[in-house]
């Protein structure tokens, strides 16, 4: 049995650890200002996850990457990008197919937002597409990190393929979906435990997990509102 902890870095970064493995999903701690200060750096990272290009999910992709060499998985042309950069132990996927590293299933699948990466000089080049991970972990939990979307409709062949039992979903609003639509997202996904994700960073991020807990008072979901750097067995 996989003995799994989840600790929320702030914005929707998250730590993992499974076992002796350490897993960092959305690597944005260095800059991100609700990270809590000893949680900014790591004695390892075996696997890192990206679910697109913007800076607030990739920002210290390539920092890290390069000091803790661990597997990096994303879509294509964001590893490519990745690679350009001096990044490597890149491991390339797409919407739909799964990977195993590590002992651990690595599914990718659709997400609803935009995906481009902004350059030092600040043009933007294309990154792929953005994306979610199902992670399942052998004889353990199945975890859905939504990344940043809006509600899909799709979202029913994630309940009926993968069954997350623990879903991590942006409410912030403005550039992901708010709480109102995360409400349908969950009746959608069907998971038992959700942990909202993407709020209060900025002040543009104005959806809230009390709201959520209150269009989902009658449905059977527990929020877990989570603070940054809580940490929660999963």
């Not at 701690?29 to 800076?55: C, Q, R, W, Y």
């Not at 491991?91 to 935009?114: P, Q, R, W, Y």
């Not at 043009?123 to 004889?139: H, K, M, N, Q, T």
């Amino acid at each position: 049995m996989s003995e799994v902890s989840l600790t929320w870095l702030g914005h929707a970064s998250f730590l993992i650890k499974a076992n002796d493995l350490t897993i960092l999903i959305d690597p944005w701690v260095i800059g991100n200002p609700a990270t809590p200060e000893p949680l900014k750096s790591f004695d390892k990272i075996d696997l890192m996850l990206i679910t697109h290009g913007h800076f607030d999910h990739i920002g210290d992709a390539v920092v890290l990457g390069k000091k803790h060499e661990p597997t990096i998985v994303g879509i294509f042309e964001t590893c490519e990008w990745l690679a350009s950069k001096g990044v490597g132990n890149l491991e390339g996927m797409n919407k739909g197919g799964t990977l195993k590293v590590h002992g651990i299933d690595i599914t990718m699948v659709s997400a609803d937002h935009s995906c481009g990466i902004t350059e030092d000089d600040g043009s933007i080049v294309y990154g792929g597409e953005a994306v979610g991970f199902v992670l399942s972990f052998p004889d353990g939990p199945r975890i859905y990190h939504a990344g940043d979307t809006n509600v899909f409709g799709d979202m029913s062949i994630i309940a009926d393929l993968y069954k997350p039992d623990l879903a991590l979903l942006p409410v912030g609003d403005r550039f992901t979906m708010g709480p109102r639509e995360a409400a349908l997202a969950i009746d959608l996904l069907r998971a038992p435990k959700v942990v909202p994700m993407h709020f209060g960073t900025f002040p543009l991020l104005t959806g809230t997990p009390d709201v959520l807990r209150e269009l989902t008072a009658d449905k059977a979901v527990e929020i877990i509102e989570m603070e940054p750097g809580d940490t929660i067995q999963a």
